[in-house]
C-alpha cells in the first residue's frame, strides 16, 4: 500500500469500478461504497516498488501492476522517445532493447522489467554523439513524420545482433547454415515495425549502410 | 485494465498451488497474448503470478532422443537451436513464420500453445461471443467470416486456434508436460491438448485450473523433408489463412498437419494414408465433413493447392 494516495482518488477508483457517477453520488461514504463491489474485483492493487534500469542509470519507482514497461517510460521517467502508437502489440513503435532483445514495450508490465537492462532510443545515442543507426536514418531520410522512428532504429540496432547471431528468419532458405547479411534478410526481420509514412525504402538504406560501415 | 495483484513465483509447486487457490489468478510469462487482451477487458485475472523465474527455459536432448522444451523458451530460442533446425526443421519453420522479430523475443513456447482466437468478433466487447462471453452467441456465424474454421466448427463457434507453432508440434507428435495443483506431473500429448468449440468454446485446452506446463517434449527425429507453408494476405507478420506442416519421407508416406482451418491444429491421422495418392486424396480425407460459410469456402480449395504445392516441393 502507498502512502501517497489520498482518499478521495482511492474513492474514485472504487466507485468508478462500482457503476459510475449515478452510483457514487447516492453513497455517503467510502465503506458503502466499497460493499456493493464484487468481492473478487481488486479495486486497489498493491503498488509494488521497483528498480527499473534505463539506459544504464537506476530508478526506483513505486508502481501499479497495471503499468506497462512503456508507460512507465514515457509517463514516470519523461522517457517519451519510445511512441505508442497501437498499444496492442501490432505496430512497433515502442520497441525497446531488453537483455539486448527488442520486444515490444506495451506488451510486458513494469513490475516485470525489475532486474533487466533497458535501452531506449534515448539511450542509444545523443544528438551530438549519433548511434550509426541513428546517422544513417539521418543521411538515407528513413522517415517522413518521425513517430515510428525510435521504434524503427531500436529495432533495426537488435536485429542486426540477430543475424549475427546467427537466428534464422522466414527467408533463410537453409536452417543449417548462418543467414546472411543482405536485403531481403533485413525487409523480412523488420516486418514488425510499421511506418504509416511508407519510408521502408529508405529505412532499408539506412540499415544496408550500417552493414557496409561494419563490414 | 481491471485492477489485480501481482506476485514473481519463486518455485513450480508454489505457483500452481497459489493459482488453484486464488480465484481469478492467472499465470503471466512472455504476456505477448495476455497483456493486449486484458488492456481490452477481455482477460480479466485478479491476481497475476509471473513464471519467468522459474529457470523453465532450457532446451535439453532427453533419453529417448528427443528434445525436452522448457515451457519459457522463447521463440526465438527455439527456432534458432541447432537440434530444431536440423531434426526438427518444420517447427523451426514454423516459428519463423509467426509473428514478427519483438514478439518472437518475448512469446514462450507454453504460451504459444495457449493463444487466444483472433477472430475479431471475440476481441470486440460490443459484440455477442459464446467463447469471450458464454451464452451471448456467435457474431461470426453469419458474420464477417472470411478468416474462420472450416472443420470442427460448432453452433456456438467457428473460431480458428491461430499459432503457428502449434500445427508443427502437432505433426510432430509433442507432448505436453504439465504440473497439476496437487504437486503430480502429467503428460498430455499434444492431439489431446486442444479442444473444439462444441458447446463450451471457452474451454480450449485441457489443462486443470492451476495447472501448469512445465514443458513440451518430442519425440526422436523421424527425419524425411519437412515443410511448412503459410498462405497469408501478406508475406510477412499477418495470421495464416491457411497453413499446412508436413513432414514427407522419401517413399512418399508422411504426415501432414493444418492451420487456419480448425479451433484446434488440425490433423487427420487416417487420411495420411492417402499422402502417396496425391493432394486431391489427401486434401478429401482431411477435410471430410467440412462445414463453410460463404466468406471461407474458398479455403478448402485453398488447402489442396497447398498441399500439392508442398508435396511437389518435398520431391525435390
Given at each position: ?15 468508478a469500478?462500482?457503476g ?11 465503506a ?6 464484487q ?9 509494488v ?25 514515457r ?6 522517445g519510445s511512441?505508442k502508437?497501437c498499444?496492442?502489440g ?10 539486448g ?14 532486474g ?29 513524420c ?8 531500436c529495432s ?47 529505412i ?12 | 485494465?481491471?485492477?489485480?495483484n ?38 480479466t485475472?485478479?491476481?497475476l ?30 527456432a ?7 531434426d526438427y526443421g518444420?517447427l523451426?519453420?514454423?516459428l ?9 523475443n ?6 504459444n ?11 470486440d466487447t ?8 458464454p ?11 472470411r478468416?474462420h474454421?472450416?472443420?470442427?466448427v ?28 496437487n ?15 462444441e ?6 485446452h ?15 527425429p523421424?527425419?524425411?523433408t519437412?515443410?511448412y ?8 507478420y499477418?495470421?495464416?489463412l ?25 490433423r ?22 467440412s462445414h ?25
Amino acid at each position: 500500500m502507498t502512502t501517497f494516495d489520498p482518499s478521495r482518488r482511492k474513492f474514485i477508483q472504487t466507485t468508478a469500478v462500482s457503476g459510475g457517477a449515478v452510483v457514487a453520488a447516492r453513497l455517503t461514504t467510502e465503506a458503502e461504497a466499497r460493499s456493493v463491489l464484487q468481492p473478487k474485483q481488486v479495486t486497489e492493487p498493491a503498488k509494488v516498488d521497483i528498480l527499473l534500469r534505463v539506459n544504464g542509470s537506476e530508478h526506483r519507482l513505486m508502481v501499479d501492476p497495471r503499468m506497462t514497461l512503456l508507460d512507465a517510460l514515457r509517463e514516470r521517467l519523461q522517457l517519451t522517445g519510445s511512441k505508442k502508437g497501437c498499444d496492442q502489440g501490432q505496430c512497433g513503435a515502442c520497441t525497446v532493447i531488453v537483455d539486448g532483445r527488442r520486444i515490444v514495450s506495451c506488451l510486458t508490465l513494469a513490475v516485470m522489467q525489475e532486474g533487466h537492462d533497458i535501452i531506449t532510443i534515448e539511450g542509444l545515442g545523443t544528438p551530438t554523439n549519433l548511434h550509426p543507426m541513428q546517422a544513417a536514418f539521418i543521411k538515407h531520410d528513413g522517415y517522413q513524420c518521425g513517430f515510428c522512428t525510435p521504434g524503427q532504429i531500436c529495432s533495426a540496432v537488435a536485429m542486426l545482433d540477430e543475424v549475427k547471431a546467427g537466428v534464422p528468419s522466414h527467408v533463410t532458405a537453409d536452417l543449417t547454415r548462418s543467414p546472411e547479411m543482405n536485403t531481403i534478410e533485413f525487409r523480412e526481420r523488420m516486418s514488425g515495425n510499421i511506418c504509416r509514412c511508407g519510408a521502408y525504402s529508405n529505412i532499408q538504406e539506412a540499415i544496408a549502410e550500417v552493414v557496409g560501415e561494419r563490414a | 485494465m481491471r485492477g489485480f495483484n501481482y506476485e514473481r513465483a519463486n518455485s513450480i509447486a508454489e505457483a500452481v498451488a497459489k493459482a488453484a487457490h486464488i480465484k481469478g489468478a492467472k499465470f503471466i510469462a512472455g504476456g505477448t497474448n495476455l497483456v493486449d487482451l486484458m488492456k481490452i477487458q477481455v482477460e480479466t485475472p485478479t491476481y497475476l503470478i509471473d513464471i519467468n523465474d522459474l529457470g523453465l527455459d532450457k532446451i535439453e536432448t532427453n533419453p529417448e532422443g528427443g528434445l525436452r522444451i522448457g515451457a519459457l523458451v522463447r521463440n526465438t530460442d527455439l527456432a534458432a537451436n541447432d537440434h530444431v533446425r536440423r531434426d526438427y526443421g518444420v517447427l523451426s519453420r514454423a516459428l519463423l513464420a509467426g509473428a514478427s522479430g519483438q514478439l518472437r523475443n518475448q512469446a514462450t513456447t507454453a504460451g504459444n500453445l495457449l493463444q487466444r482466437t483472433r477472430c475479431p468478433y471475440f476481441y470486440d466487447t460490443n459484440m455477442p461471443c459464446n467463447k469471450r462471453e458464454p451464452g451471448t452467441g456467435c457474431s461470426a456465424i453469419g458474420g464477417y467470416s472470411r478468416q474462420h474454421a472450416i472443420v470442427g466448427v460448432s453452433d456456438s463457434c467457428i473460431a480458428t486456434h491461430p499459432s503457428d507453432m502449434a500445427i508443427a508440434m502437432r505433426v510432430l507428435d509433442a507432448t505436453v508436460e504439465t504440473m497439476r495443483p496437487n504437486g503430480l506431473t502429467r503428460t498430455i500429448p499434444i492431439a489431446q491438448f486442444h479442444k473444439l468449440p462444441e458447446n463450451t468454446p471457452h474451454i480450449e485446452h485441457t489443462l486443470e485450473p492451476g495447472e501448469l506446463i512445465t514443458a513440451v517434449t518430442l519425440p526422436k527425429p523421424v527425419g524425411g523433408t519437412q515443410i511448412y507453408r503459410k498462405v497469408r494476405d501478406r508475406a510477412s507478420y499477418a495470421f495464416a489463412l491457411i497453413s499446412v506442416a508436413a513432414i514427407v519421407q522419401r517413399d512418399g508416406t508422411g504426415r501432414v498437419a493444418l492451420g487456419g482451418v480448425a479451433h484446434k491444429p488440425w490433423r487427420v491421422e487416417a487420411a495420411e494414408r492417402d499422402m502417396s495418392r496425391g493432394a486431391k486424396a489427401l486434401t478429401a480425407g482431411l477435410l471430410a465433413n467440412s462445414h463453410t460459410t460463404h466468406d471461407n469456402a474458398f479455403k478448402v480449395l485453398l488447402v489442396e493447392r497447398t498441399i500439392a504445392s508442398v508435396l511437389n516441393e518435398a520431391k525435390g
